[in-house]
Every structure is written in structure tokens, then in C-alpha cells.
């Protein structure tokens, strides 16, 4: 049974993840978030609420004590962010970390480049591919709310296939990546809609 901190945890697709985690896994769920009153009820004794904010590095570290994963759905200031995570998880001994970029960081994606609207995800990118953390960082395509699991993946140094994906696979991703430890470990993922 997995223990999974959810940061950013009223993100759309952790908003997914969290209704997939509760009906397909037996993962206990910590969401972490800035208003709980933004959350819908959740009748579930698998479900432990905190508020807070991932810039107080205290509440941050407190939180992750005693969790396997900690699963990031963050926008915002990424470098700041990313500091914070991979500080938090070093001093209380969690590994895995899930972290949700975006495609064209790498200029991965053919005939695109993006400039510096992607600098705070190239730069948390590149703070948690520093880090010795068991990290899968995730570089979906634009998000679509169709009502499909469909997608492939690419790895870092392969061309970006495709422009969109649902929110419902990546959630669905990173549920098969948090309660599998050993899957795709220090790596960092296209997702798309195969075309
Ligand atoms: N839209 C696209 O097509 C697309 C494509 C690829 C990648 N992405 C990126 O993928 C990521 C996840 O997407 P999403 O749609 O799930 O994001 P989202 O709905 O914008 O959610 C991001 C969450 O981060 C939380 N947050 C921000 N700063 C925080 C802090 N200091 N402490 C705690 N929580 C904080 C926000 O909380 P509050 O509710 O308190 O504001 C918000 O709920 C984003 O970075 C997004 O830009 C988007």
C-alpha cells in the first residue's frame, strides 16, 4: 500500500488522479494545498487534507514524513518549488517523486520552440534531474478534457510525438507510476495521444 503526498492536490489532473487513485488502488492519499475549501467532499478514511503552501519548507517536510511518494501538480514559481521538494524529500528520506512538466523544455518537440514562457520548467527540471531522487518527470502535450485513457510516451533525447493529450491519461499515468516504484525511475517522459 502506497502512502502518496499530492502536492498542488486541486491541479486539474490531480483532481483526476485523486477519483483514480481512490477507485482502482488502495493508496493512502495526503492532499496538500493552498484552500481546502476549493476541494470537493471526499467521503474516504483513505484521505487526509493539509493546507499549506510548498514555499514553507517546514509544513513541506512535515507532510512528506513517513510517505513513499510525493506526486507534484504545481504551476507557479517551478524553481522555487522544485528547491523546496528536493530539499524536503533529502531530509526526510522519500525518493520518489513524480513531477508534472511540460513538453518543450528540451526543444524536443519538431518545428516548436517554445522561449522563455518554459524557463521556471526547465529550470525545476533541472533542479530535480540534479538531485539523486528516484524522480519520473512527466512532459505532457496540451490538455484536452476528453473522456479517454490514450497515450504514448517518448523519453528524453526522442522527438515529442503528437500536440494533445487528456488530462485523464496523464492522471492515469502518474497512478501507474506511484504505486509502481520501479517504473520508468529517473526518467522524464513526453505524453501525447498517439496520432
Ligand atoms: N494546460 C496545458 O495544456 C498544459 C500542458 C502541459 C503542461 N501543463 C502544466 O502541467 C502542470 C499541471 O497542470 P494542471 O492543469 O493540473 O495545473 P493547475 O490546474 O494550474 O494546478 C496547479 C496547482 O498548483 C497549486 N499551487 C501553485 N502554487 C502553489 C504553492 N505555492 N503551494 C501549494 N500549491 C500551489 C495551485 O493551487 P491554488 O489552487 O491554490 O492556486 C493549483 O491547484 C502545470 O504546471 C501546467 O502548466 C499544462
Do not use: C, H
Request: net charge negative; glycine share 6%.
Amino acid at each position: 500500500m502506497s502512502n502518496v503526498l499530492i502536492l498542488g492536490a486541486n491541479g486539474s489532473i490531480a483532481r483526476y488522479a485523486i477519483d483514480m487513485f481512490l477507485n482502482n488502488t488502495d493508496a493512502q492519499l495526503t492532499l496538500y494545498l493552498r484552500n481546502s475549501r476549493r476541494l470537493k467532499d471526499m467521503d474516504s478514511n483513505r484521505v487526509r487534507v493539509i493546507e499549506g503552501d510548498v514555499l514553507n519548507l517546514e509544513q513541506l517536510k512535515e507532510a512528506m514524513m513517513g510517505k513513499d511518494v510525493v506526486y507534484a501538480n504545481l504551476a507557479g514559481d517551478l524553481e522555487k518549488y522544485a528547491k523546496n521538494i528536493v530539499e524536503a524529500m533529502d531530509t526526510t528520506g522519500v525518493k520518489r517523486l513524480i513531477f508534472i512538466g511540460s513538453m518543450g523544455i528540451y526543444d524536443e518537440v519538431p518545428g516548436e520552440k517554445y522561449g522563455s514562457v518554459l524557463e521556471p520548467y526547465r529550470k525545476s527540471v533541472a533542479i530535480i534531474e540534479a538531485s539523486d531522487l528516484d524522480y519520473t518527470i512527466l512532459r505532457p502535450a496540451w490538455f484536452t478534457n476528453k473522456n479517454e485513457i490514450d497515450y504514448e510516451t517518448t523519453q528524453k533525447g526522442e522527438s515529442f510525438k503528437g500536440y494533445e493529450v487528456s488530462r485523464k491519461s496523464v492522471a492515469d499515468l502518474v497512478v501507474k507510476l506511484a504505486v509502481t516504484p520501479e517504473l520508468e525511475v529517473r526518467r522524464s517522459l513526453g505524453v501525447n495521444k498517439p496520432e
